[in-house]
């Protein structure tokens, strides 16, 4: 079979936002959303509490986005929803208040296509909320309800919020405040079918799926996806799948997933014993136990073994997301550490996604106070920011970075080097997790493609500080580069 992934997500680079905590702006006609009481932007998120971002604010901060660099968002959900993280969706077909309705919606996409940026929805397909219409009846209306069969109905009556009594329904992981859809029934699953056509055919960009593996009826994805690319076949399609996605990215299914185990991989060889493992959740995310440079590389070339390599270039490579703690807290905000993962991220296949507030060094632990509010100005950390900005500009200038193959080159102790190549264009990438400064011996044989000519042409493009003792001969590099740092090389 002939798989065929959105080329655009091979060069996107993707900022996730959790829009209750990214920014907020209130337009003259919609002067009523000052009105409504709000928590505090810099208390410390729960769950029930609102701060009231919405989608003008994210329009105020494109200028700021895109100067970054970031070319693609991927918003959690938007649509109406009793809850500030909006996974209890009461109606898939307007935008919630708060956010500024659909009208929010249709500027925030026609501005960010007017810059050539995407946006990728949250696409909440396993369960409603209570407050779901078709829910809602069987609440008021009992066995009589002509709705009855779209949910998983056990007996009666339904207990929707006295956790005392049985609720009598399923709910996704017994939270009954999720109603979980009978995906059986064939009026449900062409409700959702059509639910997802309709966004696309609005301009939206693409989908991500929340809890996609907990929809187990046989075909749903794969109709899904045909139904999506039939209305664009540029569309991304990528599911929250924490571990082995093996079973969903075959090419008749999902795009990608978010990567969890590149960031557990990179954490756990460039954060070591700093990991704070108090900071995850048992299950999921799990960046532990510490990696050397040879227990990484194998780890590595288990991903990129894993997935036929037109879906290795559309997943979505992550280091924490609105689900687990910051990176800057699951390392003990230890600098060095958070640099080395960002440069692994920027340079690895696939599009790197940065959670909102990472690049000015947020912190937050496990949700809700991973979703902190956006820091003002003053609290900006900005020489990461620039980091950040920096990096990120290398993956945009050398498309070896984006498309080209991957080959493990080094793992000695605590170093690591790959080299990426396209055609006879390639970068290395040399990371040094040691505390102490490490000499290195590189043989760039194995990028066959690029004559020895092309290197000795090539420049540092990122991290000239870090590296001493510099040579190139013919394909072999030796230097020394400097405790826990990293080097990106490039040919012109």
């Given at each position: 079979?002939?798989?065929?992934?959105?080329?655009?997500?091979?060069?996107?680079?993707?900022?996730?936002?959790?829009?209750?905590?990214?920014?907020?702006?209130?337009?003259?006609?919609q002067?009523?959303?000052?009105?409504?009481?709000?928590?505090?932007?810099?208390?410390?998120?729960?769950?029930?509490?609102?701060?009231?971002?919405?989608?003008?604010?994210?329009?105020?901060?494109?200028?700021?986005?895109?100067?970054?660099?970031?070319?693609?968002?991927y918003?959690?959900?938007?649509?109406?929803?009793?809850?500030?993280?909006?996974?209890?969706?009461?109606?898939?077909?307007?935008?919630?208040?708060?956010?500024?309705?659909?009208?929010?919606?249709?500027?925030?996409?026609?501005?960010?296509?007017?810059?050539?940026?995407?946006?990728v929805?949250d696409?909440?397909?396993?369960?409603a909320?209570?407050?779901?219409?078709?829910?809602?009846?069987?609440?008021?209306?009992?066995?009589?309800?002509?709705?009855?069969?779209?949910?998983?109905?056990?007996?009666?009556?339904?207990?929707?919020?006295?956790?005392?009594?049985?609720?009598?329904?399923?709910?996704?992981?017994?939270?009954?405040?999720?109603?979980?859809?009978?995906?059986?029934?064939?009026?449900?699953?062409?409700?959702?079918?059509?639910?997802?056509?309709y966004?696309?055919?609005?301009?939206?960009?693409?989908?991500?799926?929340?809890?996609?593996?907990?929809?187990?009826?046989?075909?749903?994805?794969?109709?899904?996806?045909?139904?999506?690319?039939?209305?664009?076949?540029?569309?991304?399609?990528?599911?929250?799948?924490?571990?082995?996605?093996?079973?969903?990215?075959?090419?008749?299914?999902?795009?990608?997933?978010?990567?969890?185990?590149?960031?557990?991989?990179?954490?756990?060889?460039?954060?070591?014993?700093?990991?704070?493992?108090?900071?995850?959740?048992?299950?999921?995310?799990?960046?532990?136990?510490?990696?050397?440079?040879?227990?990484?590389?194998?780890?590595?070339?288990?991903?990129?073994?894993?997935?036929?390599?037109t879906?290795?270039?559309?997943?979505?490579?992550?280091?924490?997301?609105?689900?687990?703690?910051?990176?800057?807290s699951?390392?003990?905000?230890?600098?060095?550490?958070?640099?080395?993962?960002?440069?692994?991220?920027?340079?690895?296949?696939?599009?790197?996604?940065?959670?909102?507030?990472?690049?000015?060094?947020?912190?937050?632990?496990?949700?809700?106070?991973?979703?902190?509010?956006?820091?003002?100005?003053?609290q900006?950390?900005?020489?990461?920011?620039?980091?950040?900005?920096?990096?990120?500009?290398?993956?945009?200038?050398?498309?070896?970075?984006?498309?080209?193959?991957?080959?493990?080159?080094?793992?000695?102790?605590?170093?690591?080097?790959?080299?990426?190549?396209?055609?006879?264009?390639?970068?290395?990438?040399?990371?040094n997790?040691?505390?102490?400064?490490?000499?290195?011996?590189?043989?760039?044989?194995?990028?066959?493609?690029?004559?020895?000519?092309?290197?000795?042409?090539?420049?540092?493009?990122?991290?000239?500080?870090?590296?001493?003792?510099?040579?190139?001969?013919?394909?072999?590099?030796?230097?020394?580069?400097?405790?826990r740092?990293?080097?990106?090389?490039?040919?012109?």
């Amino acid at each position: 079979m002939t798989i065929a992934t959105p080329d655009w997500v091979k060069h996107a680079v993707f900022y996730q936002i959790f829009p209750d905590s990214f920014a907020r702006m209130v337009p003259q006609h919609q002067q009523w959303l000052l009105d409504v009481p709000l928590q505090a932007w810099d208390a410390p998120p729960n769950v029930q509490e609102y701060k009231g971002g919405n989608l003008w604010g994210i329009i105020s901060q494109l200028d700021y986005l895109q100067d970054l660099g970031f070319t693609a968002l991927y918003l959690t959900p938007v649509f109406q929803s009793a809850c500030n993280h909006r996974y209890h969706t009461h109606d898939y077909y307007q935008v919630d208040p708060l956010l500024g309705g659909n009208e929010a919606l249709w500027s925030l996409r026609d501005e960010l296509h007017r810059r050539g940026m995407r946006l990728v929805l949250d696409g909440v397909f396993n369960h409603a909320s209570r407050g779901f219409f078709q829910f809602n009846d069987i609440l008021e209306q009992g066995p009589h309800s002509p709705w009855i069969h779209w949910f998983e109905v056990e007996n009666w009556p339904l207990s929707a919020y006295d956790g005392s009594l049985p609720a009598h329904y399923k709910s996704w992981v017994d939270n009954r405040a999720l109603p979980q859809f009978n995906h059986r029934n064939p009026a449900v699953r062409e409700y959702l079918m059509r639910v997802g056509e309709y966004w696309i055919s609005q301009g939206m960009d693409g989908w991500r799926l929340d809890v996609p593996f907990c929809i187990t009826e046989p075909g749903f994805w794969q109709e899904f996806r045909q139904r999506i690319k039939a209305v664009n076949p540029e569309a991304y399609i990528t599911g929250e799948i924490f571990g082995d996605a093996s079973a969903w990215l075959d090419g008749s299914q999902f795009d990608g997933v978010m990567n969890y185990p590149f960031g557990e991989a990179t954490l756990a060889f460039v954060g070591g014993d700093r990991v704070q493992l108090q900071h995850l959740p048992q299950d999921g995310f799990r960046p532990t136990p510490p990696l050397d440079a040879a227990g990484y590389g194998d780890a590595i070339q288990t991903l990129l073994h894993r997935h036929p390599w037109t879906i290795q270039q559309t997943q979505l490579n992550l280091l924490d997301s609105h689900d687990v703690a910051r990176v800057g807290s699951i390392l003990g905000g230890d600098r060095p550490s958070l640099i080395l993962a960002l440069i692994l991220l920027m340079t690895f296949p696939g599009a790197p996604c940065v959670f909102y507030g990472d690049e000015v060094g947020l912190m937050g632990v496990h949700e809700p106070d991973c979703r902190r509010g956006f820091p003002t100005p003053d609290q900006w950390d900005r020489s990461l920011q620039a980091t950040y900005h920096t990096l990120i500009q290398v993956r945009h200038r050398l498309e070896a970075l984006r498309t080209g193959t991957y080959e493990v080159l080094l793992t000695d102790g605590l170093v690591y080097g790959f080299g990426r190549s396209l055609g006879d264009r390639g970068a290395i990438v040399v990371i040094n997790g040691d505390t102490a400064a490490q000499s290195f011996r590189l043989d760039l044989s194995p990028l066959a493609d690029i004559a020895p000519g092309a290197w000795a042409g090539g420049a540092i493009a990122y991290g000239d500080e870090n590296i001493s003792g510099w040579d190139l001969q013919g394909s072999q590099i030796t230097g020394t580069l400097a405790a826990r740092s990293g080097l990106i090389y490039a040919t012109p």
